[in-house]
């Protein structure tokens, strides 16, 4: 019980920490990347049908930590990202799409 309290905790502050990132807050650095530049790849992963990730998209997918990221899957559909189209994404910028961030 008390793992489970601390799984839905810690999802609960990555939504909260996401949320302020896409609003414009302060830079932090979260799994290797610069939170400033989630904002990029914004559109990718959002709607039904994503317009394909931009090359400065790309250029922060390819520098972050994908696995890392990828722990985070189930609760991307809080901040109004698709998870579908956000998984793909690393495909889609030429990537090798890591397990973590494959869909189950």
């Given at each position: 019980m ?24 302060k ?31 790309c ?6 930590n ?10 991307l ?9 956000a ?18």
């Amino acid at each position: 019980m008390a793992r489970s309290n601390s799984n839905s905790l810690m999802q609960w502050l990555v939504v909260a920490l996401l949320i302020g990132l896409l609003g414009g807050a302060k830079a932090v650095i979260f799994c290797d990347m610069n939170s400033t530049k989630l904002s990029l790849c914004y559109a990718a992963v959002t709607g039904k049908n994503p317009p394909k990730p931009n090359a400065k998209c790309c250029a922060v997918v390819k520098h972050a930590n994908l696995p890392c990221l990828c722990r985070y899957k189930s609760i991307l559909p809080a901040v109004g990202i698709n998870p579908i189209n956000a998984l793909a994404l690393p495909r889609r910028c030429g990537l090798k799409t890591p397990p973590e961030c494959r869909e189950t």
